[in-house]
């Protein structure tokens, strides 16, 4: 049994505090909000954002970021990416040497084009940063569902330590050494989920949705191997895994983002309509700012972009995906003689 410090009392923040107290683990769980921690205090319920999963009366919630974090085994970050590095920052004075933060949030900085594990050993250097991710909405996992993830973690003792503390009937975890290749599917896969809601908004079919599953996946390949990541990572769990979940899920809030926009919203209607974190909607320019530094052609990715940003019609954007012009599905590929 180990002693846990939650960050971040989001849907997200919520259903892993629930997984981890069922694994008997204590938990103590920090939101920056007030009003947050006086309300899970009082309901031991996230009605606004994961409603019908009970918090144990044993779980500690708390807006004192130190207690949360002082002689924890480990620490969850499940802040949302734009928040990352603040909290980070706000948590260094607090972390002890080689203690573990396991971030499980999904996004990549804009200003700086970095992931979120970067960041916080950025302002944190006396952690040792670590992973979760894969296909696992909130919703289910606090409705123990059966769901798989992937921890990544830079040595194999705290992949498998952490992965041993995660693990359960219910959620099996996998471990890996591919911290970056992980991120980088965890965030742009956020980013086609955006295009699968506004195919959908737009009333298109399940050939589109299939369309941009697996052209978005070669998209997030391409970058990510050229900046790093592995193959394998992508084609696993938190790659293509990830990426159907959220581009096929009622729970995913890109793809209502993008349903929406589809449906005629702008990006800021469609935001405050979803009410929770909308991550592509960060990520979208950190992404097609990478393509260009990485020269990797994404064009899912930059009509995203236009429709988001540029105030392009989400019909004109897949029509120009449709238009582009004739090629090879892989490049790679040859007939036999060339
Ligand atoms: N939801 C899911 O199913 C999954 C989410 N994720 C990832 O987890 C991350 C969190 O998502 P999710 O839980 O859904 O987000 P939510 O929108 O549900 O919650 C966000 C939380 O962050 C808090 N917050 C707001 N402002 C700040 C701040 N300045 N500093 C610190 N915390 C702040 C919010 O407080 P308040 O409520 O007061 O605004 C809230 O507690 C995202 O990166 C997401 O992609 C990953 C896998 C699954
Ligand atoms: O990352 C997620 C599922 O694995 C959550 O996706 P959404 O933020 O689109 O709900």
């Avoid at 990544?152 to 693990?167: D, H, N, P, V, W």
Wanted: with cysteine; aromatic share 4%.
């Amino acid at each position: 049994m180990a002693n846990v410090g939650l960050l971040g009392a989001g849907s997200w923040g919520t259903a892993l505090s629930v997984l981890l107290h069922d694994n008997g683990h204590n938990v103590t769980i920090w939101s920056i909000d007030e009003r947050e921690v006086k309300m899970l205090n009082e309901k031991r319920e996230h009605e606004l954002k994961l409603p019908g999963v009970k918090l144990a009366d044993d779980m500690v919630i708390t807006g004192d970021m130190e207690s949360a974090i002082r002689g924890k085994d480990f620490l969850v970050l499940a802040v949302p990416s734009p928040f990352t590095r603040e909290t980070a920052r706000k948590m260094r004075p607090f972390v002890a040497e080689g203690q573990i933060i396991v971030d499980v949030a999904k996004g990549i900085e804009e200003s700086t084009l970095m992931t979120l594990s970067r960041q916080i050993e950025q302002e944190i250097p006396q952690a040792d940063v670590a992973v979760l991710s894969g296909p696992s909405h909130a919703e289910e996992v606090g409705r123990r569902l059966p769901t798989t993830c992937v921890i990544g973690a830079k040595s194999r003792k705290t992949a498998e330590y952490l992965q041993s503390m995660f693990i359960s009937r219910v959620f099996r975890v996998y471990t890996s050494p591919d911290i970056l290749g992980i991120e980088l599917g965890g965030s742009l896969k956020n980013v086609i989920a955006l295009a699968a809601g506004i195919a959908d908004g737009l009333g298109y079919g399940d050939n589109t949705k299939a369309a941009l599953i697996t052209r978005g996946i070669a998209e997030i390949a391409r970058l990510g191997v050229k900046m790093g990541g592995k193959i394998q990572t992508f084609t696993g769990l938190t790659g293509i895994g990830d990426l159907i979940v959220t581009c096929a899920s009622v729970h995913s809030r890109n793809r209502k983002a993008g349903y929406l926009i589809g449906q005629g919203k702008t990006m800021q209607e469609a935001m405050d309509e979803v009410k929770m974190v909308v991550e592509g909607v960060y990520s979208a320019k950190a992404a097609a700012r990478l393509a260009r530094e990485y020269e990797v052609s994404m064009p899912i990715v930059d009509e995203v972009n236009a429709v988001l940003f540029e105030g392009k019609s989400p019909a004109e954007a897949v029509d120009d995906l449709m238009q582009r012009e004739s090629r090879s599905e892989n490049t790679s590929l040859t007939w036999d003689g060339e």
